[in-house]
């Protein structure tokens, strides 16, 4: 069975940064790329970009360019993404998503960030 | 980027009723490839999103067939072929025929 789990809740300061992590298990990590989408409170979906993990290669929507940071480790078949300059607008919650041919069929459970002082 | 405009914003359907969402592109999702790559996921209250439809009208596998989906080029629809209880959320479209991949700005489906 596929899975993907998400750490815990995170809380940042402004101007800090966060690294969430996705745990992959049931399928090989490296064969599929990892998505990654913010959701915003009450708000709809954004995709900030994915990661190859077979190759370390990685692409972003622009927005998120200088905001988000994806790795992946294949050793642990984890994928991160780590936010960084953290500002209200970064409150949000951060969805892993397994890129199945461009279609996003496997999802985390999600991660909210709180970026309060 | 696309942008895919999906129309109503918000749905009140009774159990049993037959309701359609549409989702428009701002530019073809057929890919050079032959494929289009318009899905459609439904987000239940408090949960992550689910796939429903992949590929315009391709049924994700352990969803119900009350569930279909067809368009071509730059539009699309999400038809309920009579709604059941379960089905209330948010349902959205997402194109990945082009990057950066976009979603639609959802409707929500309330049970009346």
């Known amino acids: 069975e596929v899975q993907l789990q998400q750490s815990g809740p995170e809380v940042g300061r402004p101007g800090s940064s966060v690294k969430i992590s996705c745990k992959a298990s049931g399928y090989t990590f490296t064969d599929y790329v990892m998505n990654w989408v913010k959701q915003s409170p009450g708000q709809g979906l954004e995709w900030i970009g994915w990661i190859d993990p077979e190759y370390g290669s990685t692409d972003y929507a622009e927005k998120f360019k200088k905001k988000a940071t994806l790795t992946a480790d294949t050793s642990s078949s984890t994928a991160y993404i780590q936010l960084s300059s953290l500002t209200s607008e970064d409150t949000a919650t951060y969805f892993c998503a397994r890129g199945d041919g461009g279609s996003p069929r496997y999802w985390g459970q999600g991660v909210m960030v709180t970026v309060s002082s | ?112």
């Open chain 2, 1 to 112: 980027d696309v942008v895919l405009t999906q129309t109503p914003p918000t749905l009140s359907a009774t159990i049993g009723q037959s309701v359609s969402i549409s989702c428009r592109s701002s530019q073809s999702l057929l890919d050079s490839d032959g494929d289009t790559y318009l899905n459609w996921l439904l987000q239940r209250p408090g949960q992550s999103p689910q796939l429903l439809i992949y590929s315009v009208s391709n049924l994700e596998s352990g969803v119900p067939n009350r569930f279909s989906g067809s368009g071509s080029e730059t539009d699309f629809t999400l038809k309920i072929s009579g709604v059941e209880a379960e089905d209330l959320g948010v349902y959205y479209c997402m194109q990945a025929t082009h990057a950066p991949l976009t979603f639609g700005s959802g409707t929500k489906l309330e049970i009346k």
